[in-house]
Every structure is written in C-alpha cells, then in structure tokens.
C-alpha cells in the first residue's frame, strides 16, 4: 500500500514550457485535490476530482488542466508555463473523515 | 466562501510548556469538519487531531487537545508538555461536507525552545 504518491519530486521549467504533474493513490478513494504551496499563503486548492470523469475548479485554478480517467490517477497539467506558477504542489487522495497528502512536487520556472 | 483566519504566523513555546495555536473560520454551513496539520521541514503534511462539527466535545489525541467554539467559530489547537519535535508549520483546515472542499489557513510557525 503506497498511499499517495507523486513524480517528479523537482522540476524545473522554462516559461512556456509545459508538464504534467503525475499522482496516484491505491486506496480506491473517490476524491483526489490538487493544491499549491506559496509561502505565507498556506494550501490553497487548484482542482478537485470527486470520481472518475468528474473534475471541478478550486480557489486558483487558472492556468491548470485536470483529468481523472480513472479511479488511481489524477494529473494536473501545466499547458504554458509561467513564472507565477513555481511553488510546490500537493496532490491528496481523501474520505471524508482524513486526507492523505503525497510528498510534493517543487516547480520552480525560470 | 469559507474562510480560514490563522493570525498567529509565528509562536514559540519552552520545552515542556504549553501553547495555543489561534484559528477561525467563517462558514454558513452547520455540519463540517474542522483539522489541524503539521508540517515539518520534511513538507510532509501530517494529521494532528480533526472535530466532527456536530459533536459538543473537543477532540483530543495524546498532547494535542482542541477548543472547539462553534457559535465563535473558532478552532484553537492546545499542545501540552510541547518537544523538540513539535517544531513545525501547523495548518488549520476546514472540510465543507457539501462540496468536499478543504481550505487551509496560511499556517503558524511553532519553534520550541530547549
């Protein structure tokens, strides 16, 4: 049981560039978020998926792509991009009662 | 929107001391679940101790007790006889069970001195 887990661990990026961001879970969770971490700004959510084939928009989602295809994974697609987009990113796999975090991805565009 | 309010960015607390990480949150939902999450300079983000909105009594888990106000909306974490180890980002969160969303607050960096 992996629990939730992220690649890459760093990246690094040229503007315009784009990516995806791989997360995957193995405990069959329907809801999986995408966040990012900004210093002094806490988590703040990107996208949410609450099943297979259904996706919806957090607190920033612009310049973000989701899909979820199936129940395991849910990548976050970055289509161009942009300085303002380095951070680190959390993907987390959730009940309702708890969220199990994966251990983050650094961005970091130049 | 729901809103989570952290004012404390930095606390500091001897070793074997006591300390209240301050939360609030604005909702207009009544059932909710509210967490707190360390983070360690590992960026993990682990549990600490989460309260069902609907229950009257505070969670606790070991060292770790809330204050849960619900007319107030406030969420205070309480860590007894602090360690070493309890040094970390601490996160309050707030979980609409309408929609499932989970909203942080900006965090409160604890130092604990020896």
């Known amino acids: 049981n992996a629990g939730v887990t992220q690649t890459p661990k760093f990246q690094v990026l040229k503007t315009g560039q784009s990516m995806t961001l791989q997360c995957a879970q193995d405990m069959n969770h329907e809801y999986m978020s995408w966040y990012r971490q900004d210093p002094g700004m806490g988590l703040r959510l990107i996208h949410y998926s609450v099943g297979a084939g259904i996706t919806d928009q957090g607190e920033v989602p612009n310049g973000y792509n989701v899909s979820r295809s199936t129940t395991e994974d849910f990548p976050l697609r970055l289509l161009s991009a942009a300085p303002s987009q380095t951070s680190v990113y959390f993907c987390?796999?959730?009940?309702?009662?708890?969220?199990?975090f994966g251990p983050g991805t650094r961005l970091t565009v130049t | 929107a729901q809103t989570v309010t952290q004012s404390q960015p930095e606390m500091s607390v001897q070793e074997a001391e006591t300390v209240t990480l301050s939360c609030t949150y604005d909702t207009s939902e009544s059932d909710y679940y509210l967490f707190w999450y360390k983070q360690p300079p590992s960026r993990q983000m682990i549990l600490v101790i989460r309260q069902e909105a609907y229950k009257q009594q505070n969670a606790t888990e070991n060292r770790f007790s809330v204050n849960f106000q619900k007319a107030a909306k406030s969420f205070s974490l309480k860590i007894s006889d602090s360690q070493l180890g309890d040094a970390a980002m601490y996160f309050c969160a707030y979980r609409s069970l309408r929609t499932d969303k989970l909203i942080f607050g900006t965090g409160t960096r604890l130092q604990v001195f020896p």
């Open positions: 987390a796999s959730s009940t309702p009662y708890e969220q199990y």
